[in-house]
């Protein structure tokens, strides 16, 4: 066995993306680790131990026990039937010279070739050694898989230092390491040769090159010479220690958000938190605002107090560790200032106007070319939510919806929203609120875009959820309408979050309402737009919503077979099924129940063949055999109580109670002839078993849960 050592690789680049660093940093390492696995370079039960490190201005890759070359590897190559290539006299045919010629051999192997039986035929065969990779052929192969392969975002084009030849990658690279143990691996990369040097701190390192001893020093050496946390890991963990630790000093909590975490790790190599305030007077402006200000344009963590509500303070993530950070401290004060004023400004000029006048202005702003202006969808969901609260809540109800749907998309038309898109809904609460509207339809406008995103809470109250109901009805029977119908990964109108939405709100809240009457209700809206065409794709959108159902509910927990038994009989009201799960589960573990779905699948069948269909109606005079008498005298008693425990909502009781046919059906199936010779016979006994599968079925198709 050859021996190991350790490799280090790192690319020394300019300024990374930083929203795209650290996916950069996996790819780099698991695609430069897989290729050398590949080529017997590593074993594969160290790919778990290989170490990513990827700052603003370097990639880099550390794996473990890497051999400096392959083991050579015994290859059987399968040539041709013996048949074609050797003639009568046990010579080499033309053929076969033509094949070992591909092969890079010629007839000086001819002796060394083995017969061996392959299938009915013999076959020659011809075993070869191939040599194993050395490293620096291996890890050329990885890093140009590695290079062509990573997830950029955009690719640059630059010049070399030649000034004649240009490559292209995501950011200009300057140096190449590669260090097996203590020594250079001698490979090139975008013009680069490998070396041992690399650059730290940009303004901290203590020399401007750090010279890597051995693979195993390298984060050490950056992080004393180079004065770089080279781990994405590591510098995060660092970043979020010193973040709590900064506001645990003013007994304050930083924001928690991952996405920022990451972006930030991504823009610093040497991370600083040092804690900056601004002027209290921005309060006032609405918090949502100036997190998001602070955030999104400044990459700072705002501060909040013990009750989540935003302070005057906020902490930066700075590059640099000066003696004196007071420069540092007023410039960031200073560079938001500026961004809290414009929210400010932002702030006061929307309130001069109330949301009720600027509905007019919606008609102006295009929705979608075939499905009109955001001024005729806000009418279309005013209609929607209106029927909703009808039957939720009655008149007073109805006109709640409707006023704030009409309401709901006017803050797009605010200076607040046009800056910050993302805020669009929770300034329109806060404008509702100002222009003195009940805090129900200020909570509706907000609200009516929940749930957002999966796990999301739902609308706080009665009006939000009307709202919120006919938005994503609206959006999903226009978009169907049109055949703007999602496909693969592509979903631009993210009609999955949409019909999920309705989905949740339905279940949760327990809504009285049937899925075919809401979409015929969104439906409705569209009938004076010529291109609209739900009809056609009304079964598209009614699957659309149950597939989306039943993933759901496999997510939750559930298995196929319970899924498939309820989901299948594409129940109306979505907020019976967790009743209507927790009965098929109690019922699959009684006794009876294997056999009762075996015999339901039965009849399922036996009825699928009748043309026609068959009518559930039996004539008690035509029951002839004992068996047959007996399963109806069965029905009789057990049908009653299934359908009034049904009608009650007990579905678990309705369930349970169908457990006392499967003697009387067993014993039915033994005895009895279906398809008898007799026409009334057998259209009364096809006429039982359609009562019987009848009664079955109410709460879930049993016969799914049938092996």
Same mark, same amino acid.
């Given at each position: 066995m050859?021996?190991?050592k350790?490799l ?6 300019e ?7 650290k ?19 590593v074993?594969?039960?160290e790919?778990s131990?290989?170490i ?11 794996l473990?026990?890497?051999l400096?070359?392959a ?6 190559q399968?040539l ?7 003639d009568a006299?046990?010579?080499a045919t ?7 010629a591909?092969l890079?051999a010629d ?17 020659l065969?011809l ?11 291996g890890? +050329? ?7 062509s392969g990573l997830p950029i975002?955009? %690719? ?17 690279? =300057?140096?190449?390491?590669a260090? =097996? ?8 990369v975008l ?10 701190h940009?303004?901290?390192?203590a020399?401007?090159v750090?010279?890597?001893r ?8 950056l992080?004393g010479?180079g ?10 963990a660092?970043?979020?220690k ?6 645990a000093k003013e007994?304050?909590?930083?924001i ?5 975490l990451?972006? %930030?790790?991504?823009l ?6 040092l804690?900056? +305030?601004?002027?209290k007077?921005f309060l006032?402006v609405? +918090?949502e605002?100036?997190?998001l200000t602070m ?25 640099i560790?000066?003696?004196d950070a ?8 200073r ?7 414009d ?5 006061d000029?929307?309130r001069?106007?109330?949301l ?5 202005g919606?008609? @102006? ?5 075939k499905l009109?202006?955001?001024?005729e969808?806000a009418q279309r969901?005013?209609a929607?939510?209106?029927?909703i609260? +009808?039957q939720?809540?009655?008149e007073?109800?109805a006109?709640?919806a409707?006023?704030?749907a009409l ?7 605010t ?11 929770i ?6 609120l100002?222009?003195g509207?009940?805090v129900?339809?200020a909570d509706?406008?907000?609200d009516?875009?929940k ?6 809470t ?5 009006v939000g959820v009307?709202?919120?109901?006919a ?8 978009m169907?309408?049109?055949g ?10 993210a ?12 279940i ?7 899925l ?7 439906s409705?809206q569209?009938k004076?737009?010529?291109q ?5 794709n009304?079964?598209?959108?009614h699957?659309?919503?149950y597939?989306r ?7 939750q927990?559930?298995?196929a077979?319970?899924v498939?038994?309820?989901?299948g009989?594409?129940?109306?009201r979505?907020?019976d099924?967790p009743k ?5 589960r109690?019922?699959?573990?009684l006794?009876?129940?294997a056999?009762?779905?075996a015999a339901n ?7 699928k063949k009748v043309?026609?269909g068959?009518?559930?109606?039996i004539?008690?005079?035509l ?5 047959e008498?007996a399963?109806?005298a069965?029905?009789?008693a057990? @049908?009653?109580?299934a ?7 007990d ?5 349970q109670s169908?457990?006392?046919?499967k003697?009387?059906v067993?014993a039915?199936f033994?005895a009895v002839m279906?398809n008898?010779e007799?026409?009334?016979l057998?259209?009364n006994?096809?006429?039982l078993?359609a009562?019987l599968h009848?009664a079955?079925n109410?709460?879930?198709d049993l016969?799914?849960?049938?092996a």
């Amino acid at each position: 066995m050859m021996s190991t050592k350790n490799l280090l690789v790192e690319l020394f680049i300019e300024e990374l993306p930083p929203k795209a660093l650290k996916k950069l940093g996996e790819a780099f390492v698991e695609t430069v680790a897989v290729s050398l696995v590949q080529q017997d370079l590593v074993d594969r039960n160290e790919l778990s131990r290989a170490i990513s490190f990827a700052s603003p201005r370097r990639l880099a890759i550390y794996l473990p026990k890497v051999l400096s070359q392959a083991e050579d590897r015994g290859v059987i190559q399968k040539l041709m039937p013996v048949s074609v290539g050797l003639d009568a006299n046990g010579n080499a045919t033309p053929v076969l010279l033509k094949k070992l010629a591909a092969l890079g051999a010629d007839a000086s192997v001819l002796p060394r070739l083995r017969r061996q039986m392959d299938g009915k035929a013999e076959a020659l065969f011809l075993d070869s050694v191939v040599p194993g990779a050395t490293l620096a052929a291996g890890l +050329q192969t990885a890093l140009e898989v590695a290079l062509s392969g990573l997830p950029i975002p955009k %690719v640059m084009t630059y010049q070399l230092a030649d000034g004649w030849s240009s490559v292209k990658f995501v950011r200009p690279a =300057h140096r190449l390491v590669a260090l =097996h143990g203590a020594d250079v691996v001698p490979i090139s990369v975008l013009g680069l040769a490998a070396g041992r040097e690399t650059q730290g701190h940009r303004f901290e390192a203590a020399k401007p090159v750090v010279s890597i001893r051995d693979a195993d020093s390298y984060a050490e050496q950056l992080k004393g010479e180079g004065a770089v946390i080279a781990s994405f890991a590591e510098r995060r963990a660092e970043i979020e220690k010193q973040l709590k630790a900064a506001a645990a000093k003013e007994n304050l909590k930083p924001i928690e958000d991952e996405a920022l975490l990451d972006e %930030v790790t991504a823009l610093v190599e040497r991370p600083n938190v040092l804690t900056c +305030q601004f002027e209290k007077e921005f309060l006032d402006v609405p +918090q949502e605002c100036l997190i998001l200000t602070m955030k999104a344009n400044q990459k700072y963590f705002p501060l909040l107090d013990g009750a989540g509500k935003l302070t005057n303070k906020f902490l930066v993530v700075s590059n640099i560790k000066p003696d004196d950070a007071s420069a540092v401290i007023g410039g960031n004060e200073r560079v938001v200032r500026p961004r809290l004023a414009d929210a400010k400004f932002f702030f006061d000029q929307d309130r001069k106007k109330s949301l009720a006048d600027r509905i007019p202005g919606l008609a @102006k702003v295009v929705y979608h070319n075939k499905l009109g202006t955001q001024g005729e969808r806000a009418q279309r969901v005013a209609a929607i939510a209106s029927a909703i609260g +009808q039957q939720l809540g009655g008149e007073k109800l109805a006109q709640q919806a409707d006023q704030a749907a009409l309401l709901s998309k006017a803050d797009l038309l605010t200076d607040m929203v046009g800056e910050f898109p993302e805020l669009q809904g929770i300034m329109g609460r806060y404008y509702a609120l100002h222009d003195g509207l009940p805090v129900d339809i200020a909570d509706a406008i907000e609200d009516h875009y929940k749930p957002k995103f999966a796990g999301d809470t739902l609308p706080r109250g009665q009006v939000g959820v009307c709202v919120a109901l006919a938005d994503k009805l609206e959006t999903l029977a226009g978009m169907f309408g049109i055949g703007q119908l999602p496909t693969g990964d592509k979903d631009p109108f993210a009609l999955r979050r949409h019909a999920l939405g309705v989905i949740r709100m339905l279940i949760e809240q327990d809504l009285l309402l049937d899925l075919e009457w809401l979409i015929n209700r969104a439906s409705d809206q569209f009938k004076s737009i010529d291109q609209f065409d739900l009809g056609f794709n009304l079964k598209a959108l009614h699957d659309f919503i149950y597939e989306r159902l039943a993933g759901m509910l496999r997510e939750q927990g559930y298995s196929a077979l319970e899924v498939d038994a309820v989901v299948g009989l594409r129940p109306q009201r979505l907020g019976d099924i967790p009743k209507r799960l927790a009965a098929v589960r109690a019922f699959a573990a009684l006794p009876e129940a294997a056999s009762l779905a075996a015999a339901n699948k039965r009849v399922g069948n036996i009825l699928k063949k009748v043309s026609g269909g068959v009518t559930p109606k039996i004539d008690a005079a035509l029951l002839k055999e004992p068996a047959e008498i007996a399963l109806n005298a069965a029905l009789d008693a057990v @049908k009653p109580k299934a359908d009034a425990a049904f009608e009650s909502g007990d579905y678990t009781a309705s369930l349970q109670s169908l457990a006392a046919l499967k003697g009387p059906v067993d014993a039915f199936f033994d005895a009895v002839m279906v398809n008898a010779e007799d026409a009334a016979l057998r259209n009364n006994r096809l006429g039982l078993l359609a009562v019987l599968h009848q009664a079955m079925n109410r709460v879930a198709d049993l016969s799914k849960l049938s092996a």
